[in-house]
């Protein structure tokens, strides 16, 4: 299996060995990829890079269109966007804050998500998984729902996919967990209010942020809400992780990029996922049910009650990290604050969530959520001030702290501009 070492983002993994490769390009077939070959980016992560794919001038062409795009920052047809910033960028793509221009000078602001035809071996695979999002987001797009960001549509410009979704003004979950905005928020806050964010929202312990149980729990009931809304319409998330999980100025949770969900029981052909955070049937290359997002969920939770990613104490090597999920439910309790230690419940809930076999794993999101024994029931065991929190209002005031002056809107990374897509020519 792959080196996985420092693989925080989502990477391309090499699918289950089968006796014949699909022909590519018929309908109704998954996209299939090569195995890539481990490289570390400039800032100590890691990615996997797919060989360079036979000589074919279609396909080479697909790919320059899509480092235009990239350099130009802009989309000219059908309709024009100009790249603002970027948002964020992985192996499926980059996505952009972008200003879209349309008639009589209407001007907009939108997330563009490009998806990058190199992770694929061809055109026609490359396509083919286009079609699979685009009827992906045919089926989504009609439901509104406060904990999932929504996806517009889907276009294509030069033959390079793009999805169009709504903007979140505010940070991710990774953001909230990594502390970096602690010092702006302390420096405009006074005693009284700082005194008042820690107590309620975060933990400071040997220079390490996590967040209050009371939070960690109102963050993952609005995730398992979202969730829950996908395995209803035959979806699994399937990478759910901290950054794929935000919250808005005004405090409400949001599930975002759903480029990789998958029909609940899909066969795994790619397999697109962030291996820190995937279930142990998700390792060994199994189809998805919803107790793979349940267990991916529980893993979040772990995390924002440590303060650092549990995973990532294990060894790199796969094998090892599916090891290490394995065996978590039964000593869960050494990565636990003293603080939750108390609540039985709660650590009841969490074990539940990371059984290494989903069998014996929630059936349900709502279960999950709100059944007998749940996220629901663990509240109980808060003390009377968390329980009666509002952490939505609470959340909002303290990103208010963190508002850029100039500009009147969140910025996570506190950059007039982050464009670090990377083009290899």
């Given at each position: 299996?792959?080196?996985l070492?420092?693989?925080q983002?989502?990477?391309?993994?090499?699918?289950?060995?089968?006796?014949?490769?699909?022909?590519?390009?018929r309908?109704?077939?998954?996209?299939l990829?090569?195995?890539?070959?481990?490289?570390s980016?400039?800032?100590?992560?890691?990615?996997?890079?797919?060989?360079?794919?036979?000589?074919?001038?279609?396909?080479?062409?697909?790919?320059?269109?899509?480092?235009?795009?990239?350099?130009a920052?802009?989309?000219?047809?059908?309709?024009?966007?100009?790249?603002?910033?970027?948002?964020?960028?992985?192996?499926?793509g980059?996505?952009?804050?972008?200003?879209?221009?349309?008639?009589?000078?209407?001007?907009?602001?939108?997330?563009?998500?490009?998806?990058?035809?190199?992770?694929?071996?061809?055109?026609?695979?490359?396509?083919?998984?286009?079609?699979?999002?685009?009827?992906?987001?045919?089926?989504?797009?009609?439901?509104?729902?406060?904990?999932?960001?929504?996806?517009?549509?889907?276009?294509?410009?030069?033959?390079?996919?793009?999805?169009?979704?709504?903007?979140?003004?505010?940070?991710?979950?990774?953001f909230?967990?990594?502390?970096?905005?602690?010092?702006?928020?302390?420096?405009?806050?006074?005693?009284?209010?700082?005194?008042?964010?820690?107590?309620?929202?975060?933990?400071?312990?040997?220079?390490?942020?996590s967040?209050?149980?009371?939070?960690?729990?109102?963050?993952?009931?609005n995730?398992?809400?979202?969730?829950?809304?996908?395995?209803?319409?035959?979806?699994?998330?399937?990478?759910?992780?901290?950054?794929?999980?935000?919250?808005?100025?005004?405090?409400?949770?949001?599930?975002?990029?759903?480029?990789?969900?998958?029909?609940?029981?899909?066969p795994?052909?790619?397999?697109?996922?962030?291996?820190?955070?995937?279930?142990?049937?998700?390792h060994?290359?199994?189809?998805?049910?919803?107790?793979?997002?349940?267990?991916?969920t529980?893993?979040?939770?772990?995390?924002?009650?440590?303060?650092?990613?549990?995973?990532?104490?294990?060894?790199?090597?796969?094998?090892?990290?599916?090891?290490?999920?394995?065996?978590?439910?039964?000593?869960?309790?050494?990565?636990?604050?003293?603080?939750?230690?108390?609540?039985?419940?709660?650590?009841?809930?969490?074990?539940?969530?990371?059984?290494?076999?989903?069998?014996?794993?929630?059936?349900?999101?709502?279960?999950?959520?709100?059944?007998?024994?749940?996220?629901?029931?663990a509240?109980?065991?808060?003390?009377?001030s968390?329980?009666?929190?509002?952490?939505?209002?609470?959340?909002?005031?303290?990103?208010?702290?963190?508002v850029?002056?100039?500009?009147?809107?969140?910025?996570?990374?506190?950059?007039?501009?982050?464009?670090?897509?990377?083009?290899?020519?």
């Amino acid at each position: 299996m792959n080196d996985l070492a420092s693989m925080q983002s989502t990477v391309v993994m090499d699918p289950p060995p089968a006796p014949k490769r699909a022909s590519p390009g018929r309908p109704g077939e998954s996209a299939l990829t090569e195995p890539g070959t481990r490289r570390s980016t400039g800032d100590g992560r890691a990615t996997l890079h797919v060989p360079p794919a036979p000589a074919d001038s279609e396909f080479a062409d697909l790919l320059e269109h899509y480092r235009a795009l990239i350099r130009a920052r802009a989309i000219p047809y059908p309709v024009a966007y100009r790249f603002v910033k970027e948002l964020g960028h992985g192996r499926q793509g980059v996505v952009f804050l972008a200003t879209r221009h349309g008639a009589r000078a209407c001007l907009t602001h939108h997330a563009i998500k490009l998806f990058d035809p190199g992770i694929y071996s061809s055109a026609a695979r490359y396509w083919t998984d286009m079609g699979r999002i685009a009827k992906q987001i045919s089926l989504l797009q009609p439901i509104n729902n406060v904990n999932m960001v929504s996806s517009d549509f889907y276009e294509e410009c030069n033959g390079i996919g793009y999805m169009h979704m709504q903007i979140i003004d505010g940070v991710d979950l990774q953001f909230l967990i990594d502390g970096k905005h602690m010092e702006i928020a302390r420096s405009r806050s006074t005693p009284e209010e700082w005194d008042h964010f820690l107590n309620v929202l975060f933990r400071m312990e040997d220079g390490r942020v996590s967040l209050q149980a009371g939070l960690a729990l109102y963050i993952l009931r609005n995730v398992l809400r979202g969730i829950a809304v996908l395995h209803a319409n035959g979806f699994i998330h399937g990478d759910i992780k901290p950054t794929n999980i935000m919250v808005n100025i005004q405090g409400t949770v949001k599930l975002v990029d759903f480029g990789r969900a998958a029909r609940i029981g899909e066969p795994v052909n790619i397999l697109l996922g962030s291996p820190l955070y995937m279930a142990p049937e998700s390792h060994r290359r199994e189809p998805g049910f919803i107790q793979s997002d349940i267990f991916s969920t529980g893993l979040v939770g772990l995390e924002m009650l440590k303060g650092r990613q549990i995973a990532s104490l294990a060894d790199s090597n796969e094998n090892n990290l599916l090891d290490f999920k394995t065996t978590l439910a039964s000593r869960i309790e050494q990565y636990l604050p003293n603080e939750v230690l108390g609540n039985i419940e709660f650590i009841h809930v969490l074990k539940h969530f990371l059984e290494p076999d989903m069998v014996n794993r929630y059936d349900s999101a709502r279960e999950a959520e709100s059944g007998e024994h749940s996220l629901m029931s663990a509240r109980q065991w808060l003390s009377d001030s968390e329980r009666e929190c509002e952490y939505e209002r609470e959340l909002e005031a303290y990103l208010h702290k963190l508002v850029d002056e100039d500009t009147g809107t969140l910025n996570p990374h506190f950059a007039a501009d982050n464009l670090t897509a990377v083009i290899e020519v």
